[in-house]
T-cell receptor, first 116, second 110 residues
């Protein structure tokens, strides 16, 4: 089975632009969560979506938004990009919401975003 | 959610057991301990999780102290491919977000 796939793998944007990152979960997984990982730090939680509804939000500004589609794939949107948004953006999927203890998160390999 | 603390880095000789500690002194009764690892340029990979009993799978063993204030992840025969950052996380039975700390950078040395 295919794992979590993210696209694109690398992206370069200019300050003030917006970006859309995409994630396809493992087949059968209905929960998708997004994370930002700055170099040298652990992943920081941004959003969780389950059954197309937002189920959790981390401490990120409103410039960050996301949505989940009927096929459970997801998009992360970031508006008005800042230099500090440069990071690895990770997507994870699981069969159940994050409340599912026996459904560990499966991560994709991320999108490397560079803002210049 | 309980905060976890881990040493920033550790070395282990190839073929030897790697023992990675994690302190979670404020853990509550309904919080599980999860371990993930991240190899350079890849997403984190699930390793193992447990509540209060020791757990073992094909990748590792998890030893949780009786008071549940600390745990140890054991890689029984470390290989060079085990070089990675290892994250210990405490998660409630009902949670809406996942908090990763900086983890432990394990270097397996030939």
């Amino acid at each position: 089975d295919a794992g979590v796939t993210q696209s694109p793998t690398h992206l370069i944007k200019t300050r003030g632009q917006h970006v859309t990152l995409r994630c396809s979960p493992i087949s059968g997984h209905k929960s998708v969560s997004w994370y930002q990982q700055v170099l040298g730090q652990g992943p920081q939680f941004i959003f969780q979506y389950y059954e197309k509804e937002e189920r959790g939000r981390g401490n990120f500004p409103d410039r960050f938004s996301a949505r989940q589609f009927p096929n459970y794939s997801s998009e992360l949107n970031v508006n008005a990009l800042l230099l500090g948004d440069s990071a690895l953006y990770l997507c994870a999927s699981s069969p159940l919401p994050l409340t599912g203890l026996n459904s560990p998160l499966h991560f994709g390999n991320g999108t490397r975003l560079t803002v210049t | 959610d309980a905060k976890t603390t881990q040493p920033p880095s550790m070395d282990c000789a190839e073929g030897r057991a790697a023992n990675l500690p994690c302190n979670h002194s404020t853990i509550s009764g309904n919080e599980y301990v999860y371990w993930y690892r991240q190899i350079h340029s890849q997403g984190p990979q699930y390793i193992i999780h447990g509540l209060k009993n020791n757990e073992t799978n094909e990748m590792a063993s998890l030893i949780i102290t009786e008071d549940r204030k600390s745990s140890t992840l054991i890689l029984p025969h470390a290989t060079l491919r085990d070089t990675a950052v290892y994250y210990c996380i405490a998660l409630k039975t009902s949670y809406d977000k996942v908090i990763f700390g900086p983890g432990t950078s394990l270097s397996v040395i030939p």
